[in-house]
């Protein structure tokens, strides 16, 4: 069942983490995801949700050990409006996205002042591909609060890029 289970999702999991932390560190996490998954079998309920939300869960609770890091170098490229030279990290990639300095202030400004549960589920929703129902499992959230919230962030992250 493992190894089915890492043949489908690993690589999804892989990208969308290489995308948040860069891919030597999105490799470690991808082997500490499904170290844990098979360590805490008994604990994954398919009535709480799909094994993809499960997974996903998972990862992110490591991401968090990544957070502070991420958050710093957020603010860094939204105090000086450049690439922090961390070429395969989230940072990068919000800065190869963005076409003016101004707009990549605004953004970083905004995705390092939202809480970590809420740049999760942006990050979940528009790094990583899943749908709102996932990323609700993978947070384990009502998937009612994520879609309002999820809304709620987009709106707000709309406005910033658009000030």
Request: hydrophobic content about 45%.
């Amino acid at each position: 069942m493992f190894a089915e289970l890492f043949d489908e999702h690993a690589h999804p999991l892989h990208r969308y983490l290489a995308r948040r932390v860069g891919v030597d560190v999105a490799d470690d996490l991808v082997s500490e995801t499904f170290l844990a998954a098979m360590r805490g079998e008994a604990g994954y309920d398919p009535e709480r949700g799909s094994v993809v939300g499960w997974l996903y869960g998972i990862a992110t609770n490591l991401l968090r050990g990544h957070a502070k890091r991420e958050t710093r170098l957020l603010r860094t490229a939204e105090r000086y409006g450049v690439d922090v030279g961390v070429a395969e990290s989230l940072e990068h990639t919000v800065v190869t996205r963005i076409d003016s300095r101004a707009h990549l202030r605004r953004i970083a400004r905004e995705l390092a002042r939202m809480t970590q549960a809420d740049r999760d589920l942006v990050l979940l929703v528009s790094l990583a591909g899943l749908s709102v129902q996932e990323a609700a499992e993978a947070l384990d959230l009502n998937p009612g609060t994520a879609r309002s919230r999820l809304h709620r962030l987009r709106a707000k992250l709309k406005e910033v890029e658009h000030a």
